[in-house]
């Protein structure tokens, strides 16, 4: 018998591979951190000998779900101001908030925070747009976290750089720094196209096209985004990212609740990929991302949580739900993304569009052992007609047992393993105490 690490017996595998297969007493081999095989679980005895053998009765094993859009430390403003409009919202809070706070130690331990709170709903890779990356990168490669970190660039100087020139000689140093971290990749992370000139846009381009980078920007927010930009120069923002070459396979578009028929026609051809964030938009009123309709025209949409301070959490369970139920809602047809997509959105097109689809994002051999267990055994999740079903419309993170990443098991019988719960939320009351205490100041 073939000595292996892992074997791990499931009442159901769902790989989210091309045929949207549903494998039922099925179990999975992991040698290496990477997939060998799925075999049914009378064939295994004679074949595998492994070092660590789990019956995961009553459990589906999906691939770990992929967080295509967010901003991990910002969970330490989590719930500051809820309920206000956008603009509010931003300039007498959360702006206020980040420039006296944002810093190395802010960086790093919300974004422990965050990876904690992802780990336990069942995301193994999280695309990340924030100041301090290489604080990001450090915390997510320690705890044996999957992350694509933002090369963060900005007109304006903040606590972390003075500008564009300085924003991409950072990102570049950490490019380079974790060019060997098999769980680290980076990315291009122009803020938005009123944040960014066009001079710093097209510098991105080229380094984009250069190093075979994905570019990870807000587009098409919101509505008032929109309007500004035709009021200032005539165009609409997609509209000068096509002019600028920026509409391309290796673009990241996020939100893009406000488009035309012609502009999802461009955005179809451009193979450009969209990440939806159903919920934030929804607590910030931004609008509705016609999720359906860019499916249908062959777009590659993947979803986002965005921040816990606008949404306000970090669980991909429920960002599955928001988007299937809203996508039928805005569609107007019950038939609008059925939970097979909706799975498909949380994992193999998050991974397509951080160009990780070849590593993540399915259950197949050869990839990386990214999964997460999902216990169906409860009241609450049965009869159980349609496992795939239960999943994306019944279950919700507590059901979320274990996850592993690259075949290290980092959420065990929902404990952590890599993490310290206890010393995290114990920094974390230390945040919100100066936090709480700044924001009624203002």
């Not at 810093?103 to 919300?110: I, K, L, P, S, Y």
Request: with cysteine.
């Amino acid at each position: 018998m073939q000595p292996i690490d892992t074997l791990i017996d499931a009442r159901w595998i769902i790989p989210v591979d091309a045929n949207d297969s549903l494998l039922e007493n099925h179990s999975l081999a992991i040698d290496s951190g990477k997939i060998l095989e799925i075999l049914p679980q009378a064939d295994t005895e004679t074949k595998y000998k492994p070092h660590t053998h789990l019956r995961l009765d009553e459990k589906a094993l999906i691939p770990g779900l992929v967080n295509a859009h967010t901003h991990a430390s910002m969970s330490l403003l989590r719930g500051l101001a809820d309920d206000l409009p956008l603009m509010t919202w931003l300039n007498e809070h959360i702006w206020p908030a980040e420039g006296q706070w944002v810093n190395a130690e802010f960086v790093q331990d919300g974004t422990e925070h965050a990876i904690a709170e992802m780990l336990r709903s069942g995301t193994t890779c999280f695309n990340d747009m924030y100041f301090f990356p290489e604080d990001t990168a450090r915390v997510a490669s320690t705890a044996g976290m999957r992350a694509s970190i933002g090369m963060i660039v900005i007109d304006f100087p903040s606590a972390w750089g003075s500008g564009p020139d300085e924003y991409l000689e950072k990102g570049l140093a950490l490019h380079d720094q974790y060019q060997a971290d098999s769980l680290i990749s980076t990315v291009f992370a122009p803020h938005a196209p009123y944040t960014v000139s066009d001079e710093a846009l097209e510098r991105i381009r080229v380094l984009a096209d250069q190093l075979d980078r994905p570019i990870h920007m807000h587009l098409h927010e919101t509505a008032h985004e929109v309007s500004d930009a035709f009021k200032q120069n005539g165009r609409r923002p997609i509209a000068r990212m096509h002019e600028l070459g920026l509409l391309s396979p290796s673009l990241m578009a996020v939100h893009m609740t406000q488009l035309s028929k012609d502009e999802i026609e461009l955005i179809a051809d451009s193979g450009a990929h969209v990440i939806h964030c159903p919920e934030s938009n929804m607590k910030l009123a931004s609008g509705f991302c016609p999720a359906a309709t860019l499916l249908n025209v062959g777009v590659n949409v993947a979803l986002g949580t965005d921040g816990a301070a606008s949404n306000n959490d970090l669980d991909m369970l429920g960002e599955m739900q928001s988007a299937a139920l809203l996508g039928k809602a805005v569609a107007g047809d019950a038939s609008a993304i059925p939970a097979t997509q909706a799975l498909r959105m949380a994992t193999i097109n998050g991974a397509k569009a951080l160009g990780l689809d070849q590593t993540i994002g399915s259950l197949e051999p050869g990839k990386a052992a990214d999964i997460a267990a999902i216990d169906l055994s409860g009241i609450d999740n049965q009869p159980y007609y349609n496992p795939v079903s239960q999943i994306v419309y019944a279950s919700n993170r507590d059901k979320v047992s274990d996850v592993w990443v690259a075949g290290k098991h980092l959420l065990k019988d929902r404990q952590l393993t890599t993490l310290d719960e206890s010393d995290i939320l114990a920094k974390t009351t230390q945040w919100q105490a100066k936090i709480a205490e700044s924001d009624r100041q203002h």
